[in-house]
Antibody, heavy 119, light 107 residues
Framework: EVQLVESGGGLVQPGGSLRLSCTAS????????MSWVRQAPGKGLEWVST????????YYADSLKGRFTISRDTSKNTVYLQLNSLRAEDAALYYC????????????WGQGTLVTVSS | DIQMTQSPSSLSASVGDRVTITCRAS??????LAWYQQKPGKVPKLLIS???TLQSGVPSRFSGSGSGTDFTLTISSLQPEDVATYYC?????????FGPGTKVDIK
């Protein structure tokens, strides 16, 4: 069974940093691109970032303005999202998702990890 | 960047009704369009990829159509378990933008 388990969320002050992790199981991690999608409370889905299967290419939402970095460690079956210079508007449930058959088309999704930004 | 819009933003229909949701891209995206269903408090689930390819296990009352800039998701006979918010997403190239969502309720 394919499983994606996110971790690393929590409460952080404005301007702070967090590193989110997503550990995969049940499939050959190294052949799939992976993405992060976030959802602020009561709001819609917002694509955040994607990394190709090799890690050679990464893509980001323009709104992030260089504050987030996606990476992956195939030896650990894990994809990461480094969040820096956090703002109140970054508070959201952050989902990890696997590519289906084309870059950006996502299935399945993890349960998400919650990031709260507050002083 | 290509913008995605959906209409309506919400709808209320009776059990058994035919429901249609529209998604529009500001530029052509061929058939690189996915539809997701998110039930209240749950994780999003992929329903349809490539504009019209139903994912395994998704009931056949769901269907998708369209190409280029205009797409539709149709529920042929609305069921109580279909109460959810539905999102379209473009994936022809990054950014892989989602539409704002359409909330579907039972009347």
């Amino acid at each position: 069974e394919v499983q994606l388990v996110e971790s690393g969320g929590g409460l952080v002050q404005p301007g702070g940093s967090l590193r989110l992790s997503c550990t995969a199981s049940g499939f050959t991690f190294g052949i799939y691109a992976m993405s992060w999608v976030r959802q602020a409370p009561g709001k819609g889905l917002e694509w955040v970032s994607t990394i190709t299967n090799s890690g050679g290419s990464t893509y980001y939402a323009d709104s992030l303005k260089g504050r987030f970095t996606i990476s992956r460690d195939t030896s650990k079956n894990t994809v990461y999202l480094q969040l820096n210079s956090l703002r109140a508007e970054d508070a959201a449930l952050y989902y990890c998702a696997r590519e289906l058959s084309a870059l950006g088309c996502l299935d399945p999704w993890g349960q998400g990890t919650l990031v709260t930004v507050s002083s | 960047d290509i913008q995605m819009t959906q209409s309506p933003s919400s709808l209320s229909a009776s059990v058994g009704d035919r429901v249609t949701i529209t998604c529009r891209a500001s530029q052509g995206i061929s058939n690189y369009l996915a539809w997701y269903q998110q039930k209240p408090g749950k994780v999003p689930k992929l329903l349809i990829s490539a504009a019209s390819t139903l994912q395994s296990g998704v009931p056949s009352r769901f269907s998708g159509s369209g190409s280029g800039t205009d797409f539709t998701l149709t529920i042929s006979s609305l069921q109580p378990e279909d109460v959810a918010t539905y999102y379209c997403q473009k994936y022809n190239s990054a950014p892989f933008t989602f539409g704002p969502g359409t909330k579907v309720d039972i009347k």
